[in-house]
């Protein structure tokens, strides 16, 4: 029967990595895959994270199952980090998933079951991964507007026609909250606000995917666009992810939270979602799940994870700034950078020039021009810049 496989395609971030494994030359680079990088171009462990296992492998006394949805001490702190300590989380069904990934599945399984016959809305460009997440769960996937004809802003007033003119009721919409992946692009909080406006007129749902809380402007301020939403609407599905962050990559740790307008529908809410959970993975790996709550419950630890995200945000922002000042001096003009946030920048190169990069120096990026900024150290910036420039 396995005759019949045909050869599928590679991802187009993972297999574009895979291939760069390969690479025998001593000088490349790795500017594709989303992962933070230090100034010397290791994927550190936390120290917040390192004093958390040193505490849980003291303390933890058992390694069975944990509930389907995880912990209550994991999802109580991941309540209070994503939504602050003032929301109703009567109203707030969590569950602890594997990555942020985990999250968007479980999340579309859990809707498909309630909204058959919906369909789920996308940026263009978004991540290359929630087309297939959603299509996989059984959704028909539309795009919407999103980046400009120069393709180095938003274009905002595409997106709401879009929306306004093609949007239909119970259509799921995934927003990215903070440091849009892949362009860096983010809304301002007054088109956050105009745009929960027309969604809650078409009566469309928010699907916020919030991978990278603490990269942009901070914890708080990256929350933001989350709490203008929740003025216009009663329901709200967000995705969290804790690889950036935390830098727990390997860990898997995500987190589910649907919001229901009333806490009486909460129960019956996460009962679904239980549902969907167990016929996938059945229920979370500890120790990830562990490590995030163990930091946020303890004031001294996430005194010092905070600092750690903040040092984390500042490196991004400084490599951006580098970039496009290195740019500058070689004549060419980078400043619309300046205004994305995040790992990721799109840089305005085209699938020719990023095939240049990687053929003739190298310098491995997505083909749409992305690159992760956090790939970027303060030895490798110059022969960065001298090859884009060159390309």
């Known amino acids: ?30 500017l594709t895959v989303g992962v933070f990088k230090d100034d010397q171009g290791r994927t550190p462990i936390l120290e917040s994270v390192r ?3 040193a505490k849980i492998f003291q303390t933890q006394k058992t390694k069975g199952y944990l509930p389907i949805e995880g912990g209550k001490d994991f999802t109580d702190q991941v309540n209070r980090l994503i939504l602050g ?15 942020g990934t985990g999250a968007l599945r479980a ?35 539309l795009s919407y507007a999103y980046l400009d004809a ?18 239909q009721p119970g ?9 849009h992946n892949p362009t860096g692009i983010d809304p301002t909080p007054a088109q956050w606000a105009v745009l929960s406006e027309v969604l809650a007129k078409k009566r469309m749902l928010p699907f916020i995917d919030f991978a990278y809380q603490g990269f942009g402007d901070g914890l708080e301020a990256d929350a933001k666009p989350i709490s203008i939403l929740l003025k216009d609407h009663s329901e709200l599905v967000i995705c969290g992810s804790f690889s950036k962050n935390f830098g727990l990559y390997s860990e898997r740790v995500g987190a589910l939270l649907m919001i229901s307008a009333d806490s009486k529908i909460t129960e019956s809410v996460l009962s679904q979602m239980r549902v969907a959970i167990r016929c996938n993975y059945s229920n979370p790996p500890r120790h990830g ?37 290195g740019m500058k001096k070689r004549g060419k003009d ?29 310098i491995y990026i997505v083909g749409t021009g992305r690159i992760n900024v956090a790939g970027l150290t303060s030895d490798t910036l110059e022969s960065v810049c001298d090859a884009v420039a060159q390309a």
Not at 335 to 360: C, H, I, P, R, V
Request: net charge negative; aromatic share 10%.
């Open 1 to 30: 029967m396995f005759e019949n496989f045909s050869l599928a395609p590679p991802d187009p971030i993972l297999g574009l990595n895979a291939v760069f494994e390969k690479d025998p030359r001593p000088f490349k680079l790795n």
């Open 51 to 53: 004093q958390a296992e």
């Open 85 to 99: 300590e003032d929301f109703d989380f009567g109203r707030v069904a969590t569950a602890h998933t594997p990555g």
């Open 107 to 141: 999340a579309a399984d859990t809707l498909l079951k309630v909204m058959p016959g919906r369909r789920f809305w996308v940026s263009n460009p978004t991540w290359a991964n929630h087309n297939a997440v959603f299509q996989a769960a059984g959704f028909p996937v």
């Open 150 to 167: 120069a393709k180095t802003g938003l274009d905002f007033d595409g997106l709401i026609r879009q929306l306004e003119q093609e949007g």
């Open 171 to 179: 259509d799921a919409v995934c927003l990215h909250a903070c440091c």
């Open 289 to 325: 799940e562990a490590i995030v709550a163990t930091i946020l419950s303890d004031p001294q630890l996430s005194k010092l994870w905070r600092s750690e995200v903040d040092a984390m945000r500042k490196r991004i922002s400084e490599m951006r700034v580098g970039f496009i000042e």
């Open 334 to 362: 980078f400043s619309f950078l300046a205004s994305q946030k995040g790992m990721f920048s799109y840089t305005g190169l085209n699938a020719m020039q990023a095939d240049w990069l990687k053929q003739e120096k190298g």
